[in-house]
């Protein structure tokens, strides 16, 4: 007789939904382990612009893969589906649930459908593309991907120097493009659980909005300058690194370095967190098998008694 496959539940939706509020009023009452899905999460020093759990939040309600690396040291997602995958196991061994948190719908996916096993970086490669760089400058380096791999050069900008470089090394490594590996090469994809997936969905876009203005004037108010200006002054950072490229990280980043002023690193943090909230809500609203309430129109209670009724 086939065992059943064990449950893994996920909790998904779009920057100030309240995802947090839910998850932890949810392990009060069921033996969840909540994992973080949060790209910003992963790094240590960044808690106010990741929204991160307060000491009082992680005692009612302990995250996984919180403050796991250093700003410096990247984070990808191949490695965020090895460790959920790791404690996804550990979790169910302990007799408890796991309960995947988060708004990183890239991680998500990677964890659920797979990805595609790609060459590992190459150190003395990426030096040389680099110096070419500084020489010439992105947008040429664009141009060359152009020439070799259009398909991937076509949905990337001449500024997106991680991607460009990462195209670019793939193609000189293995002599077919990005695009080609994505197409034809091979996907790891064993995902063996019986997926539970909720998400929160605010149908009424200006609530949502109301909802992040909101959350960035507790950040402001928390000391979110304070905390970017720590880490830039560390000198070993810098704004291509995928800590620093965060939302509200990159545009204090360029206050910072006199790029910008005050008032339009507000605007620009307000703007860029509402086009990351409308990108999330595209990304949930395309998935299937997705049951969705909307944090609007229901209580956290009434939600998570709704949620209850999913566990054994």
């Known amino acids: 007789m086939v065992a059943e496959p064990k449950p893994v539940y996920c909790l998904l939706g779009p920057t100030a939904a309240g995802k947090t509020a839910v998850a932890v009023a949810l392990a009060e009452r069921v033996p969840v382990e909540i994992i973080s899905v949060d790209s910003g999460m992963v790094y240590r020093g960044m808690d106010i612009g990741t929204a991160k759990p307060d000491a009082e939040t992680l005692r009612k309600a302990p995250h996984h893969l919180l403050d796991i690396r250093d700003p410096a040291d990247p984070y990808s997602a191949a490695e965020f589906r090895t460790d959920a995958l790791r404690l996804i196991e550990e979790i169910h061994e302990r007799g408890r649930y796991p309960l995947l948190v988060g708004g990183t719908m890239l991680y998500f996916r990677v964890l659920t459908q797979g990805m595609t096993v790609l060459p590992e970086a190459d150190a003395a490669l990426r030096q040389r593309l680099d110096v070419q760089a500084a020489e010439e400058g992105w947008p040429a380096m664009h141009r060359y991907l152009a020439e070799v791999d259009p398909q991937t050069a076509s949905r990337l900008k001449p500024g997106d120097k991680q991607r460009i470089q990462r195209a670019l090394e793939v193609y000189y490594l293995t002599g077919q493009p990005l695009s080609y590996w994505h197409t034809h090469g091979k996907t790891v994809n064993d995902f063996p659980y019986q997926l539970h997936a909720w998400a929160l969905i605010p149908e009424n876009r200006a609530w949502l909005h109301d909802a992040i203005a909101h959350r960035l004037d507790i950040m402001w108010q928390s000391g979110l300058v304070n905390e970017v200006t720590a880490l830039w002054q560390r000198g070993d950072l810098h704004a291509d690194l995928p800590a620093i490229r965060a939302v509200g990280y990159r ?19 307000l703007f860029a967190t509402r086009q990351l909230a409308k990108r999330q809500l595209t990304w949930l609203r395309s998935f299937s098998g997705l049951s969705c309430w909307d944090p609007q129109r229901q209580s956290i209670e009434d939600i998570v008694m709704q949620l209850l009724k999913n566990f054994a």
């Not at 545009?251 to 943090?269: A, N, P």
Request: net charge negative; glycine share 6%; no cysteine.
């Open 251 to 269: 545009q204090v980043w360029q206050y910072l370095e006199g790029q910008i002023t005050e008032q339009d690193m507000r605007h620009q943090v």
